[in-house]
């Protein structure tokens, strides 16, 4: 059972992975607003104090303006360090002018700015997810390690309409998100 599950689960991130590659820029770009914009309205009426917050790479949801709006308001914002073992670590993001780069081409802020308190929203990247908040990430399972030890944030999922079908395949480790937010 199990190693059926991990196939659908593979064969679902080619396709989705496909159909993310295909999206036209012009069309990426109004989803991308569309979502921040979302989120923004989320953020004003729950007032968070820190946010964890993937850093876009490969054809993800551009979340940096909604980044850049949360900072000037004083909001914290962490970011994930891709660590060995299936680890993240957060690390505060300073700037946006300051970046290095992790294994598998992963953005993280430069320099060791750790925090290790308590995180109000967690944004999170995937490639499918379902109305029973479900998630399929990329298959590390790095952040299903990572929102375990998180379990009083709100995961806040972003996604694009197509990303959103009628059933993900879930395993037990697997961990069902708060909300889901697409244009």
Request: proline share 7%; hydrophobic share 40%; aromatic share 10%.
């Amino acid at each position: 059972m199990n190693d059926v599950i991990k196939r659908e689960k593979a064969n679902l991130r080619e396709e989705m992975l496909d159909l993310r590659r295909s999206i036209p820029l012009k069309d990426k770009r109004v989803y991308d607003k569309n979502i921040c914009d979302s989120l923004k309205k989320i953020i004003l009426v729950s007032t968070p104090n820190v946010i964890h917050s993937y850093l876009p790479i490969k054809g993800e949801i551009d979340v940096t303006p909604l980044l850049k709006w949360a900072m000037n308001r004083s909001i914290k914002i962490v970011c994930p360090k891709v660590l060995p073992g299936r680890q993240l670590e957060n690390l505060e993001l300073l700037s946006f002018e300051d970046f290095d780069y992790g294994p598998f081409n992963t953005l993280h802020p430069a320099g060791n700015k750790k925090y290790e308190g308590p995180i109000d929203f967690i944004i999170m990247p995937g490639l499918a997810f379902d109305e029973n908040l479900n998630r399929l990430g990329y298959g590390g399972g790095y952040y299903d390690r990572f929102l375990i030890k998180h379990p009083e944030s709100n995961k806040i999922a972003v996604l694009y309409p197509f990303q959103l079908i009628d059933v993900v395949p879930v395993e037990e480790h697997d961990v069902k998100m708060s909300k889901l937010i697409f244009s």
